[in-house]
């Protein structure tokens, strides 16, 4: 726990780098996405019986 604080401390904007799928580079390039894009993706090319809200 110390490690992660000094970390925060002596950087210069004090933040931990984004862990999420869509803020990677690489997972893009590769055509990856979160698994809430993945199923949004599925819902509109399938015609299922319930339909998703806004």
Do not use: P, Y
């Amino acid at each position: 726990m110390a490690f992660l604080c000094v970390k925060l401390i002596f950087r210069k904007n004090g933040r931990f780098a984004s862990q999420h799928i869509h803020d990677s580079k690489a997972m893009r390039q590769r055509g990856i996405h979160c698994v809430m894009d993945q199923d949004r993706e599925a819902r509109t090319k399938a015609k299922c019986a319930v339909k998703e809200k806004a």
